[in-house]
């Protein structure tokens, strides 16, 4: 119980650091993933995965692995260090092949060698062997990698070596002086590694080779290549594996860095390190920017035109002119009107609305937008797009861009849909029109009485009979009053309704374009602006995990 609490303990205050390290890479790698290059995101993947699996592990052991060109002599090392002739060392050959492992102090270990992939019988442990007692602890909760040869001609050589230099926490590099300046290991291992001088030490081995007088310069000249592979803090030491010098030297320097327990840390934070900086170098840390007012007013003008809105502005101000003048023209001319298609009719919109209601889902006749119109639409959205990422790195503005099109290809039926459900409110008439068409038929039978008096007045006078006198306002006949005054007054009338009609025309096609334009605006944001959003978001999210990662 106490130890499940202790390892609980371990894991909080490990993870409260590179745990949350680990989760911002993490956390940057899925929201980049198809968004910057995939081997980038791989790897970064990849650290998160084995970071994890690390950190899952108990941390009492420090994995050391010694690793160098082929016959340097690794395994030599190795033997020196455990002071068992463990390690098979060859002459010429056969070369080591597979990586050993030695373990000082058993418990929790069978979990970590599991997970470092070493099979038991390339397992050996230091005290079971050694039953003499333990007068050199220096090396306690050490698991120390003999490992094959990275410059080897066999393939499966190279891969257990690049496996296992990623996952221990600890490595001794081994030089010899034929081949200490070798381009393999420096370009290969040691420059890519360049973030992990804390985990890493550097032996010159076969020193008693070389003759006294000449070790001082060599080393000097390991330095200095190391130095140049931007290892400037890496420990160089000078060793014979085979005579035992400089064994003791290696073995304090393995302490000091194996021997806190920060080993492990230190590398998994140098590996969350250079994953997050090589993935902060590509996605960059621009802001990105709000299209300037006229792209966005472009935008609009783009998806109206291509949606037909000035057609359905322009039918909806003549549907409206001739149903209000139908309603309230004279009534003798106004049937001229009648015999006109009604512009809206002809565009399958307004169809009342439970003709609406019937053909929700069916295209009205509005003409699809056209090749140019399409292009319009494109363009003005790429600009858009353009606009937004102007301050981001090429792969987001790549993924701005490609989201920005990506729903365009359904825009014609959406547009229609936009257009058939909107209210275009042609159906009522003007609330005057009624009284007006009343008046109009008063005035109309006000003439047909004045005429139908003035008709009898001619019979009267054709069969001469006497006429009574007929009533008149200011020296004119009531009769001929309201003849001529009814007739005169309905085209007044009719041409000052004209007047009106117009006004009322023009004001609804207004708020039909409004009500159109508020309509377009969120097909605007389904199609446009919320996947650019999609991908800022994303940008954002590995822009934080990135600085999680770095912190
Ligand atoms: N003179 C001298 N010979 C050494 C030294 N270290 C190793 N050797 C010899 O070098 C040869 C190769 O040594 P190994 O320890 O097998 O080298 P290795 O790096 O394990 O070789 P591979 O497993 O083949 O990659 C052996 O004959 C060793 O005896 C040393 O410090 N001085
Ligand atoms: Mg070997």
Request: hydrophobic share 45%.
């Amino acid at each position: 119980m106490t130890s499940l609490l202790d390892g609980a303990r371990n894991l909080v205050s490990r993870t409260s650091d590179v745990g949350a390290r680990v989760t911002g890479l993490e956390t940057a790698s899925t929201h980049a993933r198809g968004r910057l290059d995939d081997e980038l995101v791989d790897s970064a993947q990849e650290v998160v995965d084995r970071a994890s699996g690390r950190l899952r592990l108990a941390a009492d052991h420090t994995v050391v692995a010694i690793a160098g060109a082929t016959g340097s002599g690794k395994s030599s090392t190795f033997n020196a260090l455990t002071g068992l002739e463990l390690a098979a060392v060859g002459v010429r050959r056969p070369t080591t092949s597979w990586a050993t492992a030695c373990v000082w102090g058993t418990e929790g270990a069978t979990e970590l060698l599991e997970w470092l992939g070493i099979p038991a019988r390339h397992q050996v442990t230091r005290d079971s062997m050694l039953d003499t007692g333990r007068e050199d602890r220096r090396l306690d909760g050490t698991v120390l990698l003999d490992l094959p040869d990275h410059d080897s001609t066999e393939v499966s050589h190279h891969l257990e070596v690049d496996r296992l230099v990623k996952l221990a926490d600890l490595l001794v590099w081994v030089l010899d002086p034929q081949k200490y300046a070798d381009a393999a290991i420096h370009d290969r291992y040691l420059k890519p590694l360049a973030g992990h001088a804390d985990v890493m030490m550097v032996v010159l081995n076969h020193i008693d080779t070389v003759p006294e007088d000449g070790r001082d310069g060599m080393l000097a000249d390991v330095r200095r290549l190391l130095d140049e592979d931007g290892l400037g803090g890496v420990p160089v030491l000078a060793l014979s594996a085979r005579h035992g010098i400089g064994i003791d030297a290696l073995k304090d320097e393995m302490a000091k860095r194996a021997g806190s327990k920060k080993a492990t840390r230190t590398r998994l934070l140098a590996d969350v390190h250079a994953a997050a900086e090589a993935m902060a170098a590509v996605s960059g840390t621009g802001k990105p920017a709000t299209p300037t007012r006229d792209r966005a007013a472009e935008l609009e003008e783009a998806f109206a035109d291509a949606a037909g809105v000035p057609v359905v502005v322009d039918a909806v101000a003549s549907s409206t002119r001739l149903r209000a003048r139908r309603a309230t023209g004279w009534p003798v001319t106004a049937w001229v009107a009648r015999l006109k298609p009604d512009p809206l009719k002809r565009l399958h919109l307004d169809l009342g609305r439970e003709g609406r209601a019937l053909t929700k889902a069916a295209r009205t006749s509005v003409p699809e937008p056209t090749q140019v119109q399409r292009a319009r639409v494109d363009a003005a959205v790429r600009a858009v797009a353009d606009d937004v990422g102007k301050g981001l790195t090429r792969p987001w503005q790549d993924a701005v861009r490609r989201a920005s099109v990506s729903h365009l290809d359904d825009i014609s039926d959406r547009l229609d849909q936009t257009l058939a459900g909107t209210d275009l409110g042609v159906a009522r008439l003007p609330w005057w029109a009624g009284t007006v068409r009343v008046l109009q038929w008063l005035l109309i039978l006000t003439a047909l009485g004045g005429a139908a008096w003035l008709g009898s007045l001619a019979v009267l006078g054709y069969l001469q009979v006497r006429q009574p006198d007929l009533p008149s306002v200011v020296g004119i006949p009531v009769p001929t009053l309201m003849l001529v005054g009814g007739v005169a007054l309905g085209i007044l009338l009719a041409l000052v309704c004209r007047v009106l009609v117009s006004f009322t025309a023009r004001a609804r096609a207004r708020a039909v374009d409004k009500r159109l334009r508020s309509g377009l605006r969120s097909v605007i944001a389904d199609m446009v602006t919320k996947p650019i959003d999609a991908e800022l978001e994303a940008y954002n999210k590995v822009r934080h995990g990135l600085n999680d990662a770095l912190r």
